[in-house]
């Protein structure tokens, strides 16, 4: 998935109709994936990384406008399953 879908999708999820913020959630997708590259997962260009990364980018956005807005146990779970499954691919391969 590219970032031009993963943006559309981040939109949606944030219910952002215009497209003033677009730089700043371009900014969120990036960071959104180095973040996920520093907990040692490798990304690709599925779907399911593209979701991976849109959920962080969310995560991101609602961190800076809300108080208490912790990490989503449904992202940190998806992120600790892809990081186990990577290794126990690498060590099966």
Sequence with gaps: ????EVLSILKTDLQISSSALDDYLFTL?????EYIQRE?????ESRGDGML????AA???R????EKAEMPRM???E???????????????
């Design 40 to 44: 040692g997962i490798v990304l690709t």
């Design 53 to 56: 990364v849109e959920m962080y």
């Design 59 to 61: 995560y991101l956005y």
């Design 75 to 77: 992202l940190r779970w």
């Design 29 to 33: 997708i990036e960071s959104a994936k």
């Design 63 to 66: 961190k800076r406008r809300e």
């Design 1 to 4: 998935m590219v970032d031009a």
């Design 79 to 93: 992120m600790n399953n892809r990081v186990f499954s990577q290794k126990g691919a690498k060590d099966n391969g």
